[in-house]
């Protein structure tokens, strides 16, 4: 799957190489920086420097020219309007889980449709790559972390000190579903 139309205004795009990567980047850093509005829930507490910036995208080619990490880009007309990123293991002993590494949705395309959507994408992208495993670590009581446990995430750890936003402590969850369970979720 490479490009599906999910209706008549959204349409999905897997990322799977740097050049197909370069040409939606700025698209993408847009959506990082309109997302960080949302109590910091990708982990940046302020817009994307130069030096951050070069960092997180050097960081991402290293991952797609490794074919450890695939995006999952959903548009709405030409606009990039959500995306979630793929991590796989190549590890044999780990190579049945993928993590969901970043998720965002922009905030005025939120909704169910464009959800489940997105999983279904997530559905197909890991049962092409043998995957039966899906975990994530989240912010715990954060939005996101209330949208996993609805979709029938389940925790199997936390930690306390999870992550740090100046002075301030937050506890993290770590999550998993199997990918029969994810199914249901998105109707498959």
Not at 53 to 59: G, M, S, T
Not at 74 to 91: D, E
Not at 145 to 172: C, P, Q, T, V
Request: glycine share 4%; hydrophobic share 35%.
């Amino acid at each position: 799957m490479n490009t599906t139309d999910i209706n008549k205004s959204y349409k999905l795009k897997i990322i799977d190489n740097c050049i197909l990567f370069d040409k939606y980047i700025q698209d993408y850093i847009k959506l990082i920086n309109s997302s960080i509005e949302d109590n910091f829930i990708l982990g940046f507490t302020k817009p994307l420097d130069n030096d951050i910036y070069n960092l997180y995208i050097d960081n991402i080619k290293q991952e797609l020219k490794s074919k450890s990490l695939e995006l999952i880009f959903v548009f709405k007309n030409i606009s990039l309007v959500a995306t979630v990123s793929l991590r796989y293991f190549k590890n044999t002993s780990k190579a049945h889980i993928c993590e969901i590494h970043k998720g965002i949705i922009k905030k005025e395309e939120r909704s169910l449709a464009v959800l489940k959507e997105l999983f279904r994408a997530i559905v197909s992208q890991t049962e092409h790559h043998g995957i039966s495993k899906i975990v994530l670590d989240v912010r715990e009581n954060s939005k996101a972390h209330k949208m996993w446990k609805y979709i029938g995430f389940s925790e199997y750890g936390k930690l306390l000190d999870y992550s740090r936003i100046g002075d301030e402590s937050y506890a993290g969850c770590f999550m998993e579903i199997g990918l029969n369970k994810l199914k249901k979720f998105t109707g498959r």
